[in-house]
T-cell receptor
Framework: SQTIHQWPATLVQPVGSPLSLECTVE??????LYWYRQAAGRGLQLLFY??????ISSEVPQNLSASRPQDRQFILSSKKLLLSDSGFYLC?????????FGSGTRLTVV | QKEVEQNSGPLSVPEGAIASLNCTYS??????FFWYRQYSGKSPELIMS????GDKEDGRFTAQLNKASQYVSLLIRDSQPSDSATYLC??????????FGAGTRLAVHP
């Protein structure tokens, strides 16, 4: 079965600082991978998805970027964080059984 | 119009009752539908997937799909306090993009 690993679990960063969140996958090869953000009390917003190494599709133009340097690695980055980047960031992958999520990173920009 | 719409709730039901959660979607070409449960501060976990019109049962959960009406529902029988969570409806609208509703908060009281 597929397992999604994310770290860190929580992060507090000052405005203007850079960001790098990493997601790794085990138990499957060539998965489709996704980054979602969930604001407090809201649903999940799809940010980026990737169908393979180096292939990134952006759903919402914003202060973030994504990269997929390896088949099982998906990275979310920002050069300068904004207050509005705060939220719960979730990495997901899909298999024939559905989409599974990592445990998430709660980011607070101060 | 939002792509996936849910009543935000809270939906309050007594222990042992049937909880009925509803979801509508806008893209008539959508083929795959999912229900996720999310406890506060945690990542979503998949409860049910449904792909064909009709009902699909798994234990206390029944998912119902009506593509003509663009409507998906989730029934929880014999509701327990441990079922108290936010339930997210998700629709795969093709190209492997899973779009979520904002979720319905369910509260099961003893």
């Amino acid at each position: 079965s597929q397992t999604i690993h994310q770290w860190p679990a929580t992060l507090v960063q000052p405005v203007g600082s850079p960001l790098s969140l990493e997601c790794t996958v085990e138990g499957t090869s060539n998965p489709n991978l996704y980054w979602y953000r969930q604001a407090a009390g809201r649903g999940l917003q799809l940010l980026f998805y990737s169908v393979g190494i180096g292939q990134i599709s952006s759903e919402v133009p914003q202060n973030l970027s994504a990269s997929r340097p390896q088949d099982r690695q998906f990275i979310l980055s920002s050069k300068k964080l904004l207050l509005s980047d705060s939220g719960f960031y979730l990495c997901a992958g899909n298999t024939n059984y559905g989409y599974t999520f990592g445990s998430g990173t709660r980011l607070t920009v101060v | 119009q939002k792509e996936v719409e849910q009543n935000s709730g809270p939906l309050s039901v007594p222990e042992g009752a049937i909880a009925s959660l509803n979801c509508t979607y806008s893209d008539r070409g959508s083929q795959s539908f999912f229900w996720y449960r999310q406890y506060s501060g945690k990542s979503p976990e998949l409860i049910m997937s449904i792909y064909s019109n009709g009902d699909k049962e798994d234990g206390r959960f029944t998912a119902q799909l009506n593509k003509a009406s663009q409507y998906v529902s989730l029934l929880i029988r014999d509701s327990q306090p441990s079922d108290s969570a936010t339930y997210l409806c998700a629709v795969d609208r093709g190209y492997n993009k899973l779009i979520f509703g904002a979720g319905t908060r369910l509260a099961v009281h003893p």
